[in-house]
Structures are given as structure tokens and as C-alpha cells.
């Protein structure tokens, strides 16, 4: 799971006062997340560790106020590699860069609920699958149609996988993972 949205709703505790002021900082993060990536990767290449542990400790705190949860756990564990003179191998720090990406997508979809006006409809799930397995561009149209509703029917996280394949038109992909999902 990236983000436990418990933490960030007990934060703004479903005040619209609170949301109104916490949203700026919220959207900042995640408008900054792209710069820290180029950041961290250029610390990465110039093998300056103290850079990378300040950004990771950095990030590791914003995220994890908010309810990031997968984001802190990999943090931490590239921290302590750095503290004992390592770098983190290459594959880890891609790792962490690629959970680092799928975090700050996953909180900005979660703001987007708030200003973002969707058919909050539950989706017909088995009439989309057809959409999908046919290779329809019907299926992208009505994908940004009913974001509100396929947040609501995936949660979250699941949605953000959803939403990459969907960008990709990888629409078989969506389709098995919604066909196991009706399975249950």
C-alpha cells in the first residue's frame, strides 16, 4: 500500500477550513516531487551521498506526515546504507525513485477528488471490460469520465495502477486486473 488517506483526512480532519489550508502545501509537494527526482538522480550520478540522504530525510518527513507509508519504509533503508559511507545500490535507488513517483500520483489523485467534477457513479465494470478486451477508445473517454466513480469502486492505490495502464493503452492489462477484482 503507498498511503494510508486516513492520516491525510485525520490531518485535515474533513474541515474545510483545514483542507483550504493544507491543500497549497499538499500541491506544492507533489508539483516539487519532479525536481527532487532530477535532484536525487543527479546526487545518485555525482555519488554525493550527503545530498541524497538530506533529499531522502527531506521527503521521507513530508510524505510520511501525510500517510505515505511504502515511501518512508524504503527511505529509511537507503538512509542507513548512506550512513555507513554506501551508496545504495543502483536498482534500490531506482526503486525508490520509481515509489517516490507512484506516491506523489497517488496524493495528487487523492487531492483531485476535491476540485475535479466526475461521474462519481459506480462504473458498470463487466460492460467496460468488453470495452477494454476489444481494444475501444471508448474505454480511455470513459475512464476521464468516471475518475470519481473508479476511485470510489478501486480505492486509491489500486486506481493509480489502473490509471497508468489506462495512459499506456494498455487496456488487456486493465481488463485481467479488473476481471480478477469481479472474481473475488
Known amino acids: 500500500m503507498l498511503f494510508n488517506f486516513s492520516v491525510l483526512e485525520q490531518l485535515i480532519g474533513f474541515s474545510q477550513d483545514a ?6 502545501a499538499i500541491a506544492q509537494l507533489i508539483a516539487s516531487t519532479p525536481g527532487e ?39 529509511r533503508s537507503l538512509e542507513l546504507v548512506l550512513q555507513q559511507g554506501q551508496l545504495p545500490s543502483a536498482s534500490e535507488f531506482a526503486r525508490y525513485l520509481e515509489c517516490l513517483q507512484q506516491t506523489s500520483v497517488a496524493l495528487d489523485l487523492w487531492l483531485s477528488q476535491f476540485n475535479y467534477s466526475s461521474d462519481s457513479a459506480l462504473p458498470d465494470v463487466l460492460q467496460y471490460i468488453q470495452y477494454l478486451e476489444n481494444n475501444d477508445m471508448q474505454a480511455y473517454s470513459l475512464f476521464q469520465v468516471q475518475r470519481a466513480g473508479w476511485i470510489a469502486y478501486l480505492g486509491p492505490d489500486d486506481f493509480v495502477l489502473m490509471e497508468q495502464d489506462i495512459m499506456a493503452l494498455n487496456f488487456l492489462a486493465v481488463a485481467e486486473r479488473l476481471k480478477q477484482g469481479v472474481n473475488k
Open 19 to 24: 483542507f483550504v489550508h493544507l491543500s497549497p
Open 37 to 75: 527526482i532530477q535532484q536525487l538522480t543527479r546526487s545518485y550520478q555525482q555519488q554525493d551521498s550527503k545530498a541524497i540522504e538530506h533529499s531522502l530525510h527531506k521527503l521521507r518527513g513530508s510524505y510520511a506526515t501525510l500517510g505515505a507509508t511504502a515511501l518512508p519504509e524504503l527511505s
